[in-house]
């Protein structure tokens, strides 16, 4: 039973055993998988199959880093071009690309056409370009998914990027602006984007939230060393196949991720407050850092798929965007998400093998976990009968997550979607479910059912940008009951 509560959660690195996937893969790279049991599959009559086949992601870097000279579309096309060479697919195939992003550069606003241009696309291939907060890429493929089911299209590449943008290029343009630097500007300072009808960062939403659920400082960086403990594990072994390796232009070739640091508690600890100063409990180390990269998933009608010769990963049948207040509730998207995507597909929290949520802090995830277990909170604010229950961390995030192996804000719907898959074949599971949040309030649920021996539903949830549907909570005072 998938019902464990977080009031239980132990503080100790204990925590770095916890695990969350999905499994879309059938490929050679996880032959040794466990085979999966049996469970029902979730074929709907009348409607078409959409499949994933295959997605990649270049390494996610931290900012200001080998991608610092770059354009988000240089990432988008290294992406593009990494999922060509995976699946050999012609490009003449393809008949639409989505892209997803978030802070776009204005001289390639649809960076989806400028990508698909620069990785050899026909410019007979639409493409455009959505934006969606850190979900952008997931509704990059849910559009992709409704084209297809729609029958307007067999064959859709969908994807995300993230750059964040020098604009001094130039000798000149550089002088100048280190002409106007003043001794103020030295001192450090998280960068943060505030929420346009809150004036408040997602930074001090998560410092609230935490405070709210009662989630300790210490809470907080044992889970995040359990990220960047598990991401290293998972690195070191190789189980990161959806990396694919850019080389950049005018350097080295980038092979892996660069923002995986294990460390202690003790160096953890001496880290101040980054939001809500000086009695706050978010810090650098136990917030997902600002980071660079692009990824790209392939998606097809089935019938297409196995008529050019492919082994399907994934069966993608069912999405549901939901949305909160943007202010009390901005980062509590897969408590809401969850258990309507879990009774669109006729499973409970129970039948799923695999995990993946969004970390975009360790106090967010942790509070997500306590109000999914409380009957208190279903009942008072999800206007349910009782909590859909805390997922198992022996089953969640095992791979790492958003907070060590980075979060590309357009890009990171794609990474949950392709990792849930890998895990779910090589752990032998058949059901996943990914989860997300963003700014704004809003939720994406999504479920996707695996193909051939291994059936698998994959459920998608991400809170963006919103519209209040559920009165506030108000989290300036209170402690979590």
């Known amino acids: ?18 695990a969350f996937a999905r499994s879309f893969s059938c490929s050679s790279q996880f032959q040794a998988s ?31 880093t080998s991608y610092a000279d770059l354009m988000p579309h240089d990432l988008a096309r290294a992406a593009l071009q990494g999922l060509l060479t995976r699946t050999n697919v012609p ?11 978030v802070i776009q ?19 007979k291939t639409p493409a455009h370009t959505v934006t969606m907060a850190c979900i952008s890429s997931n509704q990059a493929m849910t559009t992709g998914v409704g084209m297809i089911a729609a ?36 001192t450090p300072e998280l ?31 044992e889970y995040a060393l359990r990220s960047h403990t598990l991401a290293k594990k998972a690195q070191d072994e190789g189980l990161l196949q959806d990396v694919v390796p850019f080389k950049v232009p005018g350097k080295d070739t980038v092979t892996k991720d660069n923002g995986i640091r294990p460390s202690s508690m003790e160096q953890m600890g001496k880290l101040k407050p980054a939001f809500v100063k000086p009695y706050g409990t978010v810090t650098a180390a136990n917030s ?69 949520f969004h970390e975009a802090f360790a106090g967010q995830i942790l509070a997500n976990l306590k109000a999914m277990d409380s009957d208190w909170f279903a009942q008072n604010y999800m206007g349910r009968k009782s909590k859909v229950g805390a997922p198992p961390l022996d089953k969640f995030n095992t791979w790492g997550g958003s907070l060590s192996l980075g979060h590309p804000f357009g890009a990171t719907g794609c990474r949950l979607v392709i990792t849930a898959a890998h895990r779910l074949k090589k752990e032998g599971g058949q059901y996943g479910l990914v989860a997300a ?33 559920i009165p506030k909570l108000s989290m300036e005072n209170c402690v979590w009951r």
């Open 1 to 18: 039973m998938l019902s464990s509560a977080l009031r239980n959660l132990p503080v100790s690195s204990a925590w770095a055993a916890g």
């Open 34 to 64: 466990v085979q999966p049991k049996t469970k029902k599959t979730l074929g709907k009559t009348g409607v078409k199959n959409v499949v994933v086949v295959e997605g990649v992601r270049i390494p996610f870097l931290q900012s200001g």
């Open 91 to 101: 490009k003449d195939v393809v008949d639409y690309i989505v892209y997803g992003t």
């Open 105 to 123: 550069e204005v001289k390639t606003s649809n960076v989806a056409r400028e990508a698909a241009l620069g990785a050899g696309f026909s410019d």
């Open 151 to 186: 029958g307007q299209c067999d064959v859709v590449v969908a994807g995300g990027t993230m750059l964040t943008l020098n604009r001094a290029k130039s000798l000149g343009q550089k002088l100048s602006l280190i002409s106007k630097i003043r001794p103020d500007y030295f």
């Open 191 to 221: 960068p943060a984007v505030a929420e346009f009808s809150t004036s408040e960062t997602m930074g001090h939403s998560a410092d609230r939230l935490a405070a709210a659920f009662g989630i300790s400082r210490l809470e907080q960086d």
């Open 288 to 356: 997902s850092f600002l980071t660079d990269g692009a990824s790209a998933i392939l998606i097809m009608s089935e019938e297409k798929a196995l008529a050019m010769g492919y082994k399907p990963k994934a069966y993608l049948r069912d999405f549901v965007y939901v949305s909160q207040d943007p202010k009390d509730q901005l980062l509590l998207g897969p408590t809401y998400a969850t258990p309507k995507v879990l009774e669109k597909a006729g499973l409970s929290l129970s039948d799923i093998d695999v995990f993946e």
């Open 437 to 469: 949040c963003a700014a704004g309030g809003q939720v994406m649920s999504l479920r996707a059912p695996c193909n051939c021996l291994i059936p698998l539903v994959t459920l998608q949830d991400f809170s963006l940008w919103g519209t209040k549907i």
